[in-house]
């Protein structure tokens, strides 16, 4: 599916928005330079300044017909045309779609690339976003580095066995921790937000409040194909961020942008009977580089930089790694803005060996239950893997017969970081530790392979080179085998589709750890996703390992992965291996950006074991057990541990 008519008008016009900012006629009051200098601003001051520049047309070609070309790449595009159950909230024609934001009329460019935001955002697919620095949908830096934060987190709680929504009781700690500037706002305003912690919800914008997380995780969260865990994304969770514990807001309470500026909540506080309505203010957090004026504003976080577009890896100044890494992987950007763990829900058990980056291993008081809590499948490579052999090796010292892993909140890493962890845990006698894979056969990734093959690169130059790859016998391929020709066919949504052949990663000649063959313990999470989300998937198609869920809307099903890809290209990588290749000057290439923004793509399948036509990201796999939070277990990992052990190990 080709983007070629935007490609085309591409081509006509080529033109920096730095020119046109410079051009564009000031206005009586610089709007950005009243916000200048400022970390916490009000939404209306913060919509000022993004909406101070004026639509323009050469940059809405530019950037869908990048968008349009870096779809072709997009290896779900066809299911979207009708998404499989449960996943059918997440049906669009993107092409349908693509055509109307290029013939719809816009006031501002902010207001264009919101439209675009929302788009990609409902996609809910956290791999394929155009984004500044990620989170989900199409994210130019100009417009992304706004978030909204309010003082009153929501989470999903049991209380005498009946589910409710309330303000964090942990929102005054967790708050502070934001600092000075973001509460003193509020006091000085008079806004008693402290009050409000621990207060149960009756109403959200006068919905009832689960109505109003479903209408959050439909259009704002994004990320996850299942609507299920976009909910339980809507509330306060904790989770690992810059090696540390840390509490994200939650998507009701920290929207990425600046549109609103309160919610309403009707609540009724702790030690009272009486329901009271409140409209609590939003302030924005701005996170991007510092300006002056409406000018600096766009130089430094707007137009295109030197890392927004790829490159020719085959240029005399580029060393080759001695391998790259393949990432699957969603970011989130409410983590810019991560504050710590209040200090009372952390931990106090003493942490064990390996537990200084993404994973924090402990050995809970019943002195026979160890716990990995898996923050990402990223940080450091190879300290990763060192990690989990320090882990596992005190475990088994001290006498640990059962593991408890835990995937709160890990939005993926390192493909083969997953597939590491999951070979150490199930022993190597398992074989290949993966999924069967492919990437979408479009004829610019034939034109990429084929150009590759002639200029006799291999994996250290570029992604789609074979030796990346194994033969499913797991025999490594050379780099000289093109395995896009032929292509597969394959049909999906009535669609011709064609695939590359089928390949295995070649992960283990990364790994600097030694995989014992028999696992260390007898194999026995839910916002999980990318790598994360393969690797519970892989725990339970091939071990049945037991798999609980916390949280989410009651009498709603949730899986237990918010989507699986297989691999992830960033805008930069896609085009490295564009130009690399030697096919930029294609018709079919995709333009470079002139703004700084990022569209990432879900570039690789992975493969069901239970069926082999389907991606393992249409396949639903509900959790084994699912269990609420609890004013105990919300926000205290320690707590949800002991509690779940003694759930799952009795």
Partial sequence: MSGSWLHAI??????????????????????????AGKSFILPTDALACQKAFPFNETLRQNVLSNIAGVFDFFTFEDYYLKSPPPFQESTVDIRATLARLNRTRFATDYDFNWAVYQFTTQLNDGHTHIFTFLLQGWFPNCYTNFQNIIPTPLVSLEENGVQSIFVAPDAVE??????????????????????????????????????????????????????????????SSYRISGNAFSQRIGDMAGPTGSVQTSLKLKLIPVNSTRAETVSVPFLTNFLGSPFTDKASFWANNCAATDSTNGIDFKGASFS???????????????????????????????PVNGSTGVIKSFILPDSKTGVMFVGSFGGDFNGFQHDVVAAVTQFKAAGVTHLLIDLTDNGGGFVCLGQFLHQYLAGSKIGYPGFVSTTRGNPLAQKIVAGDIAFGLNGNFAFYTADNWAFLNDTQMPASFNYLSPVAPFVVNGRPDPTSQRFHDTCDLGFVESVPED????????????????????????????IAIFGGRPGQSIEFKGMSGNQVLE???????????????????????????????????????????????????????RFAYTKDTYNNPQNLWTFAASKLFS
Avoid at 10 to 35: E, M, N, Q, R
Avoid at 322 to 350: M, N, Q, Y
Avoid at 609 to 616: A, E, H, S, V
Wanted: glycine content about 6%; hydrophobic content about 40%; charged content about 20%.
């Fill in 10 to 35: 591409s081509l006509l016009t080529c033109v920096g928005y730095a020119s046109f900012a410079a051009a564009a006629a000031p206005p009586a009051a610089d709007p950005c330079a009243k916000i």
């Fill in 174 to 235: 967790f708050s502070n921790l934001i600092g000075t500037e973001f509460t003193g706002f509020f006091d000085s305003i008079g806004f008693d937000w402290k009050r409000l912690a621990g207060a149960k919800v009756i109403q959200i914008e006068d919905q009832d409040p689960y109505d109003y997380a479903d209408f959050v995780a439909k259009t704002v969260s994004g990320n996850y194909l299942d609507h299920g865990v976009r909910v339980n994304s809507a509330f």
């Fill in 320 to 350: 080759p790694p001695p391998r790259r890494l393949p990432r699957a992987d969603i970011i989130d950007k409410g983590e810019s803005s991560a504050v710590g763990l209040p200090h009372e829900f952390e931990p106090t058990l003493p």
């Fill in 519 to 546: 696992p260390p313990f007898d194999l026995n999470n839910g916002q999980c996703a990318s790598t994360c989300a393969m690797f519970s998937t892989l725990m339970n198609e091939r071990h049945n390992t037991k």
């Fill in 571 to 625: 805008w930069f990588d896609l085009d490295s291996e564009i130009k690399t290749g030697g096919v930029k000057d294609d018709p079919l290439a995709p333009p470079d950006l002139l703004v700084s923004a990022n569209m990432r793509v879900n570039w690789r399948t992975a493969w069901s074991f239970f069926d082999d036509q389907r991606p393992i990201a249409y396949v639903s796999e509900l959790p084994k057990f």
